[in-house]
């Protein structure tokens, strides 16, 4: 398809092409649809258009991707539509409405920035020490004294630990579902696993601080032998640390990533899966030749939106983590993140100067997940290049 | 992904599997096995938790039709009505604004978009996808209480639903015009139908079970947030249907976190409480308030995955997706 | 378009047709699923049945009577905590909001309650977000009247802003007399004693382990076991950090040496930070040589055994009435209704109780709609009186008699 102008939004761009090539290539619409009721049913007033007259026009009708032209109708509808090419009270009030709405979004955004901006920025110019790397957190109006390192540490840290637990146990539970287990079986469990991702995260939180957390001490204690390296140095926490709070984000955003995985592994294309049949691959080999290489892209994106959830993630976090006075390195001492932090601190609002030094946090944590988001489209849209 | 399949067409191919890849193959249905099953140990353990805790309460009479008014952790009944009108109520309001601009916003970007201007919404949405929700909080918090010295109230926390309930709508709307084939719109113009007119008798209604699908999604989405709470309203135990006064209002996550702050109790030996002297007797007191968080947390569950249901029944009368 | 199909086009067929879209929303895998609708439906019917079902036995089972009793006002029916009411109070009808501290939750929700049942008529709310909330609320007039674990500070133009709101003198009740117990969890003891400088020790880490001589020195003939102590304070802003503070800053001035305050970040505790009273007393109970400082009621709830303090007069076991004692050698501070207090942290009176917080009502003089102003005196006017009697089941102090005079006089000029 001559879409040389790749767009940059990943998650919805993918399927641009695929609306035309579907109307313009029944071929690729009756294996897509799985041959039944290929062609959506018109309604009575679209006259029937020849499916295969439409074969030829592929090229022009991909070449207008909404991405930079709409499909089409931008061109058609005023000058057949109304010969004297004049535009229609209804067509401007939509587009009106369309752009207006759009354009609300751009501005809301360019707000919320604005807002954490001017908020915080007087407290961080007020603050005492270095906000990148102090590790004091003590905004008293008058002596603002915050750093954000130990928090962003915190965050940073547990977020990672979330993500090396999870990633690799949901693609093992994607492949099991799309590959390994019968159908009897995989579509209930994929399906309870999506209802899964819908769960709230206060209730991972109440649940993971109040059931988990005493279970979670033996494992901890055997992870004591990993020896001195500072990252599992301290030991002073046993529930609450930044170990007990990896365990339980992963396991919230294990529907998540699951969920992602699955998809696109469902999707791995067909003969790339019998070519390795053919080849005489075992079933792990058509695994590693056909599926992952297909999937890998989906995986790291889905991998990419777990990792902005738990960066974020608040009040499960919240529950869950031991404060400690000094700061440690040690995921088995406690800490608080830039979102539990706020969280905990919500009742200090008071003051403008204190409550700026939170919003500055809030600023951290919104260019943080902004960069993972951003990091997930660049990949996503690079590796569809050769995928 | 041919260079991949081209090197594994080795003069191997009909010979048997060697034993090392046979060896390989079983340890890789081992371990996918094994991650499936043990993943499922903590979600399992988690629902079942909530409702083997919650179910006995939600399942009173009383549960359903009164608020907490006049409760105490020591005293039994009431019930979380409080918290479901607000929850409601929050979310309603969050609703009417987010729907309309949301999937005036996907018509924009799958029928009209283009240019630096369609980049930059397109943009615009995945920013505010990845937007957390206590940043969400923070702001609505800058904006209207910092700036414009509102009080705290229900109302600020649907404005702090609606930064998090718009992406999810837009994306859906986006993927459900996407798939509204072009045969349709195209036959529509040249019956010289307009373009507003084609949009809104065509491509919506082919559309409109999955734009229903995904406002459902959107709903659930939000339903269960909590940092916004914790910023942006207090929690009342008492019946508060006014959202925009600037009083407590109840919410589902708020009855959570608030009877999380009750919940210990001892059991055992050790356990003792005060007579109403103050003095020390044995025996642990009786405290409701764990059952009210779980009773809590049932509920808010049912709502939420209840609506993700819902979807997906409609779903399936999707025409385009058939 | 996914460029694989440029490239290899035949591969496509089974083309990636929504393979990134749940990158935006994970959960609406729901319009593509092409070949496998027949099964989906099966699946997904189960899987909704399952659901409903939970819905729906709730619903329907609404209808049925329980076991479980519910009696909407039925006060301190059950856990032994009912508290004899003195007297019927005075009724108001209408809707009080209040705000503030977490310290006097328990019992202002205990009054509510009582109140709330006597009078039909009667809401009155209390969210307890804490001290500072409270006050900013209140002088914001978004609440009636604040719950604060310390008094209206001039230095923080809290006095002024709090005039301004109520176009009349803000005055500061003390209501609830708090007792902060050292609460342990040790195997095999139950009582133990503690000095100022002992306590200090421990929760600056440099006493890390029970059978320290300082801690045995103070307790013959009580066998400690060598168990490690593990410490825990409060991670949130709270006024029981700050009385904990003053208590270490009065009585061990030379290891204690910041100023005191909300936030105990500065303390330079050893041990973790734990959320809210609830998570301190918790934590404290899971683990073995477990302290911290806490409510006592949130001690009571978790069965913690509580620390004895010698304060120089001997060793004072923590109850209602040697709190109150420790409330009795309290100066009033305040000038003319108003009632703020200064505690005697260092006092060395025998059988006070020295490590207690008092938590105040701040409300107006006089309200501009005098319906609120009234239903705030007569409501405080039943907490002061009856109300206090309520007070030592829940883990609380009553107010010293001389105090509570004081207060009641002052109440009386509320309208």
Known sequence: MADGDLPTDLASRSTNGVTPARGGNPFASRIGGGGVGLQPAPPAAAAPVQPAALVGSAEPLAAAAPSDAPPVTGAGSPALGTPKGKVRLGDRVLLALTTGAAGFVVVLVVLVAFFLLVKSVPSILDDKVNFLTSTEWSPTPGNLRFGIAPLLYTTVVISILAMILAVPTAIGIALFITHYAPKSIARPVAYAIDLLAAIPSIIYGIWGARVLAPHLVGAQHALYHLGGVPLFKDRNVPTGSLFNGGVVLAIMILPIVTAISRDVFERTPRENIEAAWALGATKWEMVRLAVLPYGRAGVISGAMLGLGRALGETIAVFLILSKVSHFSPSMFSGGETIASKIANSASEFNDPASTGAYIAAGLVLFVLTFVVNAAARTIVNRRKDFT | MTATLTRSARPTVFARPSGARKFKNGLATTLVTAAFLVALVPLVWLLWTVISKGFHVIMSSSWWTESQHNQTQKTPGGGALHAIVGTLEQVALCSVISVPIAILVGIYLVEYARGPFARVTTFMVDILTGIPSIVAALFIYALFVSTFHHLRSGWLVSMALVILMVPVIVRTTEEMLKLVPNELREASYALGVPKWKTIAKIVLPTAFTGLVTGVILGVARVAGETAPLLILVGYAQGMNANLFGTKFQGSLPGMINDEFTNLNTATGGSAYHLDPNGKRVAGGAINYAPDRMWGAALTLIAIVLLLNVIARFVARFNKVSQ | ?415
């Open chain 3, 1 to 415: 378009m996914s460029s694989g199909a440029v490239v290899h086009f035949s591969f496509t067929f089974f083309a990636p047709k929504r393979h990134l879209l749940l990158l935006a929303s994970p959960t609406e895998r729901v319009a593509d699923e092409g070949e496998f609708n027949v099964k989906l439906y099966r699946a997904g019917a189960i899987a909704g049945l399952i659901a409903c079902a939970v819905v729906l036995s709730a619903c329907s089972s609404s209808k049925k009577d329980t076991p479980k009793p519910s009696s909407p006002g039925g006060t301190g029916t059950a856990g032994g905590s009912s508290a004899p009411t003195a007297g019927k109070p005075t009724c108001s009808t209408g809707k009080l909001d209040a705000e503030g501290s977490t310290a006097q939750t328990n019992a202002i929700n205990q009054w509510i309650s009582d109140y709330q049942a006597a009078c039909p008529g009667a809401t009155i709310n209390y969210n307890p977000t804490g001290s500072g909330a409270g006050v900013t609320s209140f002088t914001g007039g978004l609440v009636d009247f604040a719950g604060s674990d310390s008094a209206l500070d001039p230095k923080k133009d809290e006095v002024t802003k709090a005039q301004k709101r109520c176009g009349s003198t803000p005055l500061d009740l003390p209501m609830v007399v708090g007792p902060i117990a050292i609460a342990f969890k040790l195997k095999g003891v139950d009582k133990l004693t503690l000095t100022g400088e002992v306590i200090a020790k421990i929760f600056l880490g440099k006493i890390t382990t029970w059978n320290a001589p300082e801690i045995t020195g103070l307790n013959k003939g009580v066998t400690i076991p060598p168990t490690k102590i593990s410490v825990f304070y409060r991670s949130d802003s709270s006024g029981t950090t700050q009385n904990f503070e003053r208590y270490l800053a009065a009585t061990a001035p030379s290891l204690f040496t910041t100023k005191p305050d909300k936030d105990s970040s500065k303390a330079g505790f050893a041990g973790q930070g734990k959320a809210k009273s609830q998570g301190v007393a918790a934590a404290i109970a899971a683990v073995d040589g477990g302290v911290g400082y806490d409510e006592f009621s949130f001690a009571v709830s978790s069965g913690l055994s509580t620390a004895s303090v010698d304060n120089g007069g001997g060793a004072v076991e923590l109850s209602k009435d040697t709190a109150s004692a420790a409330a009795n050698a309290a100066k009033v501070v305040g000038t003319g209704s108003d009632l703020s207090l200064q505690i005697d942290y260092a006092t060395k009176t025998a059988g006070a109780y020295p490590i207690i917080l008092v938590t105040y009502e701040i409300v107006c003089t006089k309200y501009q709609d005098t319906a609120k102003g009234t239903f705030v005196k007569n409501f405080l006017s039943y907490t002061v009186e009856g109300g206090q009697a309520a007070l030592a089941g829940l883990g609380y102090a009553p107010l010293p008699a001389d105090l509570q005079a004081k207060v009641k006089a002052s109440i009386a000029t509320i309208s």
